[in-house]
Every structure is written in C-alpha cells, then in structure tokens.
C-alpha cells in the first residue's frame, strides 16, 4: 500500500474525514470547524494542511503546520488510519511539512502524545521539553457550579462582544511570551461552536479570558482558559458553564499545564472528587523554551496548532 498514496493539500471533505477517523479510533477531540478557524487565525500563507491519499481518495493520514511571527512554527494532527501504520506513510508526511518547517532561524514545537515523545527527540532534534506536561482532565458525571462560587473572585465576566478584541489580544501577548497571536485569539474565540468569556477588574481591564468548545462525541472542550489567579479562573469557568443549561452535564475536557494546582483544586470542586486524568502530551521543541506566563495557563488554546 505505501507506494499507492499521494500527498496533496487536504481539502475540508479530507479534514472531516480526518475528525470522524481519529475520534473513532483515538477519541480526539476535535470539530469539523477547526479547519475554518485555523484559516482564520493563520490566513492562507501561514499554516499547510496536508492529506495522505489513496487512489480512490480515501485519506490515508494528516498532518498540518502553522507559522507564527516572528520565527515559531508548531506541527500537528499527525495521524494515519491505523491498519496502513507501520508502512511509512508518517514519515513521508512529516518529510513533506518538513519543506515549510525546516527554515532558517525557525524553531518548531510539538505537544507530542506521550508515547512518540522519544521517537520526536531522537529522530526529529525535537530534544527540548518544557517543564509542564500537558495533562488532559475529564469530567464524565457533570459539573457542579455551585461547588466553586465561594471561589468566584470579585471580577466582572462579560461576553467577548463587550470587550476591544486588542484588549483580549494584548492581554494574550502578555501570556504567551510576547508573541502578537491576536488573530489566533480572534479565531478561536469566535469558534461557531464556542461559548468565550472575559474577566475584567474593577478598572476595566482584562485579567482573564476562557472559551469552551463542543468537539466529537459531545465532548465540551476547555481552551483557552487564561487567567491572573484561582478566583478569575473559577469565574470563567463558572460562568461559562452556567450560560447554558445542558453545558455542564456534559464530558467536560481541559488540556492543562501539570503544573496547575489550582485547576486542579477546582476541577476536583466541580465533579465532586471524580476528575479523571486522561494522559498527557509533551511541548517539545528544537530551540529555546519560550518565556510563557505558565501560571496564568489554566487550559491551552488548542493542542494542535498553538505552540502551549
Ligand atoms: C504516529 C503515526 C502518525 C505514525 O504514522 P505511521 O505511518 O505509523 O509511521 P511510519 O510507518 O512512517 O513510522 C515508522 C517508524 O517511525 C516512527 N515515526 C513515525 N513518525 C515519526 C516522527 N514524526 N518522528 C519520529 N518517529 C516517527 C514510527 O513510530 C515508527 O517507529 P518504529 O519503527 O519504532 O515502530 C501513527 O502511528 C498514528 O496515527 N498514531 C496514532 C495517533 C498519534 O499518536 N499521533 C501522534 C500525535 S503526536
């Protein structure tokens, strides 16, 4: 089979076909949407998503990049159907992205699954991990927010279309070391199937902001959920869940830094003691490690794509 495919740029009916694939068989969290946001954050020059295919144009694997300015770029949604593993259809994937990933003074980051890990390190120069993992956090039995009101810190939550999205980005800046990733935040926050809060202090600034997401099997995914302390996560977290009726009922996910008692704290609040823990990713990179606000981090953005 392995000399029978070509890789080309996927198209979205490639994409969806990727997202009914890797959650049947890898229970990814994921949405048909995704495509549509990641071309609005990164544009059409700035991120490639490429497509393994057979001769009757099923999709064999994926893989797709991105390009933050000035010099990150980040891979992911690396995946092949898991009958044709094992041929070499991986690697030729990760040889084609390389071509817009192996750039001059560019450094490329991964959240690796925990079992690749090594493999990236000793077959991809991915040698650098950060100091956190990246756990994934499941609530299965329903949320109860209650649990964290008395932790609800005296901020005012509001709907991103009440706040400057400069305001929300500059905060995001301040996070993630620097880098202008307002488009990204635009994007994701404004995902059609998101509910995005803010927190601001009593001055009017931004000191917070979260989103959730619907993904596969009518998973609710945490992410981003940045905030300045415990209190103003609790809040977003609280007033997120508590816009609708049905969102907290449902399998609830975090990807989140291990290094976050807080969420932690909260999360176990939540669910009555029954947070689950579903494994881990690891942030790897070739360069150095980037200067992010880790604190602040309750939930990264999206594991795929963004480079925490
Ligand atoms: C990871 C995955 C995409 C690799 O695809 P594949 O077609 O099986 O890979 P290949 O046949 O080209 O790989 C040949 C070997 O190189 C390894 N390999 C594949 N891609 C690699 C990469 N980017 N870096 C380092 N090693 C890699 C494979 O694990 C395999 O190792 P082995 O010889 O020790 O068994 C596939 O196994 C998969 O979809 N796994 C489930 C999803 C997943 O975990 N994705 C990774 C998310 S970070």
Known sequence: MSSNFTIEEATFDDWKRVVDLCTETDRWSVNYDDFHVWKKAFGEDKARFLAAKASDGDVLGFVCTAKFDPNINTVGMYYVQPKYRGEGIGMQLCERIAQYTRVEGQNTYVNGISYMSEKYVSRKGLQNCANWKLSLLNI??????????????????????????????????????????????????????????????????????????????????????????????????????????????????????????????????????????GGYLVSQFRGQQLPIDIKKVFAITEPALGFF
């Open 140 to 277: 299965n039995g329903g949320a109860d927010t209650s649990k964290i009101a008395h932790l609800v810190g005296n901020v005012k939550v509001v709907n991103i279309s009440d706040v400057d999205v400069a305001k929300i980005a500059a905060y995001d800046q301040s996070v993630a070391a620097n880098i202008d990733r307002s488009k990204f935040v635009e994007a994701w926050l404004n995902h059609p199937a998101a509910w995005s809060k803010v927190a601001l202090d009593g001055n009017g600034s931004v000191v917070g902001y979260g989103a959730a997401r619907l993904v596969t099997l009518d998973r609710l995914l945490f992410g981003p959920l940045y905030a300045n302390d415990k209190a103003t996560a609790a809040a977003l977290i609280k007033a997120i869940l508590d816009h609708d009726t049905n969102l907290s009922a449902r399998h609830i996910q975090f990807f989140s830094p291990s290094t976050n008692d807080d969420l932690l704290d909260l999360l176990e609040l939540l669910s009555g003691g029954k947070c689950d823990d």
